[in-house]
């Protein structure tokens, strides 16, 4: 593994580095950037800005600012150059972060995610221990670059950073959860009336989504449409009776739902 360092950036030339790093990461026209004068404006006010870096190279960023309450941080932006994913960049941003905040009397982070992308679900809800229980349909309109093209929904993760379930997620690997013959929810693809899907009543339910759902945003925009739909019937219902997205599984890609 490659040996990664973060720390706060610097100036207006780190800052036009995170810039870059918004192109390379996500595709991202220009309208949908964070430019530099913003990005050093909300560090100077308290928000945090660090950067991860392999060799002297910043190879990723994480990006988050203060709320309304002093004890919640918002994470806007966490970003890794595909070449590096392996690393272990995004989780040491994330360690950083966490103790970033706590240094500072902030006990909660919150940050939002496409529910369709199973590597995100995966890091969030599995690696951080972070759950979800908010469906926020089209957050932020049309987007650019590798989100284009479909509704931006999005899940809002929620950190609790003293939470024993956080600390150990964060440094060692989490037991895989016992999930045989827990109740699925039946796939997009499976014409089944939606009653049937939005019926299901145990401690924890199963939610499958595609093994790869930017691959059939780019080449099958309607399925990826048509899967957008089915998950927001499918988990913004759940998440009304009480269910909480608290793990996730890969292989095939599947949410753990439990009611709170």
Same mark, same amino acid.
């Given at each position: 593994?490659?040996?990664?360092?973060?720390?706060?950036?610097?100036?207006?030339?780190?800052?036009?580095?995170?810039?870059?790093?918004q192109?390379?990461v996500?595709?991202r026209?220009?309208?949908d950037?964070?430019?530099?004068?913003?990005?050093?404006?909300?560090?100077?006010?308290g928000?945090?800005?660090?950067?991860?870096?392999?060799?002297?190279?910043?190879v990723?960023f994480?990006?988050?600012f203060?709320?309304?309450?002093?004890a919640?941080?918002?994470?806007?932006?966490?970003?890794?150059? /595909?070449?590096?994913? @392996?690393?272990g960049?995004a989780? &040491? *941003?994330k360690?950083f972060?966490? $103790? !970033?905040?706590?240094?500072?009397?902030?006990?909660?982070?919150?940050?939002?995610?496409?529910?369709?992308?199973?590597?995100n679900?995966?890091?969030?809800l599995?690696?951080?221990?972070?759950?979800?229980?908010?469906?926020?349909p089209?957050?932020?309109?049309p987007?650019?670059?590798?989100?284009?093209?479909a509704?931006s929904d999005?899940?809002?993760?929620e950190?609790d950073?003293?939470?024993?379930?956080?600390y150990?997620?964060l440094y060692?690997p989490?037991?895989?959860?016992?999930?045989?013959?827990?109740p699925?929810?039946?796939?997009?693809?499976?014409?089944?009336p939606? /009653?049937?899907?939005? @019926?299901?009543?145990a401690?924890? &339910? *199963?939610?499958?989504?595609?093994? $790869? !759902?930017?691959?059939?945003l780019r080449e099958?925009?309607?399925l990826?449409?048509?899967?957008?739909?089915?998950?927001r019937l499918?988990l913004?219902h759940?998440f009304?009776?009480?269910?909480v997205?608290?793990?996730?599984?890969r292989?095939?890609?599947?949410?753990?739902?439990?009611?709170d």
């Open positions: 593994m490659a040996e990664v360092h973060v720390r706060e950036l610097r100036g207006w030339e780190e800052m036009e580095r995170v810039v870059d790093l192109r390379e996500w595709g026209a220009e309208s950037l964070v430019p530099r004068g913003l990005l050093v404006a909300v560090q100077d006010e928000g945090l800005v660090a950067g991860a870096f392999v060799g002297g190279r910043m990723g994480v990006f988050g203060p709320t309304r309450d002093p919640l941080h918002h994470s806007h932006m966490l970003g890794v150059l /595909e070449a590096y994913r @392996g690393t960049a989780l &040491l *941003l360690r972060q966490r $103790d !970033w905040c706590l240094a500072r009397g902030i006990r909660k982070v919150v940050w939002t995610f496409d529910p369709m992308r199973g590597a679900a995966n890091f969030n599995r690696k951080l221990g972070a759950t979800a229980r908010t469906y926020l089209d957050l932020y309109g987007m650019t670059g590798i989100n284009a093209g509704p999005r899940l809002l993760a950190w950073l003293l939470s024993e379930r956080v150990a997620r060692a989490p037991p895989e959860p016992q999930v045989a013959g827990l699925q929810v039946n796939r997009v693809e499976e014409e089944v939606v /009653e049937e899907r939005l @019926g299901l009543e401690p924890r &339910l *199963l939610f499958q989504i595609p093994e $790869d !759902w930017g691959r059939i099958d925009p309607a990826a449409l048509k899967w957008r739909e089915h998950s499918v913004s759940y009304a009776r009480g269910y997205a608290v793990d996730f599984l292989h095939p890609n599947r949410y753990v739902l439990a009611k």
